[in-house]
């Protein structure tokens, strides 16, 4: 009777001391074809993770630009859609060596921060250029 008390108290205390495994449900429910998607954008825009940091950060870019919505200047949406229908060059706009093609009345707003992307590399402006292009619809 006393083995029995004693094997019963040890399986209590090795059931209840057990380490768990806590799994967090994924609410992703990504398709095989967004997947594809993703990789897709990945090889076709390889300095978005660069270019995120940048327009999120020291490029100050999102203080006026959002994804779909127009706060102070055009959304990267509009941006995009812009510059690809025009053929032009982001990266010459950024170092302020082409004329404005979305909205030359805010231009003068823009002015101070292209000092800041004036100062980038080649390498940092087409980061933010494949950021830009990678998240727009």
């Known amino acids: 009777m006393k083995n029995i008390f004693w094997i019963g108290l040890l399986t209590i205390t090795l059931v209840s001391c057990k380490k ?30 660069k270019g995120a940091e940048i327009f999120h950060g020291r490029g100050n870019c999102a203080t006026c630009h959002q994804k779909e919505e127009k706060i102070i200047g055009p959304s990267i949406s509009e941006i995009v859609a812009i510059y690809k229908k025009n053929n032009a060059n982001m990266v010459a706009f950024l170092k302020e060596e082409s004329e404005p093609i979305l909205d030359p009345s805010k231009y003068a707003i823009m002015k101070a921060n292209l000092e800041v992307t004036k100062g980038m590399s080649e390498e940092e402006l087409q980061a933010l250029t494949d950021y830009m292009y990678s998240v727009a619809k």
């Not at 806590?22 to 390889?46: A, G, M």
């Open 20 to 49: 768990e495994q806590t799994t967090i449900p994924s609410t992703d429910n990504t398709s095989t074809e967004q997947l594809f998607e993703k990789d897709t954008l990945v090889k076709s825009y390889p300095l978005a993770a």
